[in-house]
């Protein structure tokens, strides 16, 4: 399985940006898909999930102000508004390898486990 991302880069504060990712090699139902982030010297931090029923789920420090969407069933995009500074980090899409329930992807946005998923290579985000 491969998971490509793109947008990511710099703004300013209050500006927007689109992240996508695209997924490959599936031949099972991806039953939770997400973004999460990482800044320098910080843990990796849930941004959003998404699972198979289109059901969303998002970090406190995003909610409101960021987006998931599911385009088909290998592409996820997050759209990101009213950027702030403390949004800096390097933004990963992540895929969950098998099976996991409804409850259980929406738990990972506040409680990683990222030995579920399979991991793109990140891309960065930067406001300032």
């Known amino acids: 399985v491969q998971l490509v991302e793109s947008g990511g880069g710099s703004a300013e504060p209050g500006g927007s940006m689109r992240l996508s990712c695209t997924a490959s090699?599936?031949?099972?139902?991806?039953?939770?898909m997400g973004w999460f982030r990482q800044a320098p010297g910080k843990e990796r931090e849930g941004v959003a999930t998404?699972?198979?029923?289109?059901?969303k789920n998002y970090g406190v420090n995003v909610k409101g102000r960021f987006v998931i969407t599911k385009d088909s069933a290998d592409t996820v995009q997050l759209q990101l508004s009213s950027l702030k500074p403390e949004d800096t980090a390097m933004y990963f899409c992540?895929?969950?390898?098998?099976?996991?329930?409804?409850?259980?992807?929406?738990?990972?946005?506040?409680?990683?486990?990222?030995?579920?998923?399979?991991w793109g290579q990140g891309t960065q985000v930067t406001v300032s």
């Open positions: 992540a895929s969950v390898r098998g099976y996991l329930s409804e409850l259980d992807c929406a738990q990972q946005v506040h409680n990683l486990n990222a030995d579920y998923f399979y």
């Open positions: 090699g599936y031949t099972y139902d991806r039953y939770c």
């Open positions: 998404i699972d198979v029923g289109g059901r």
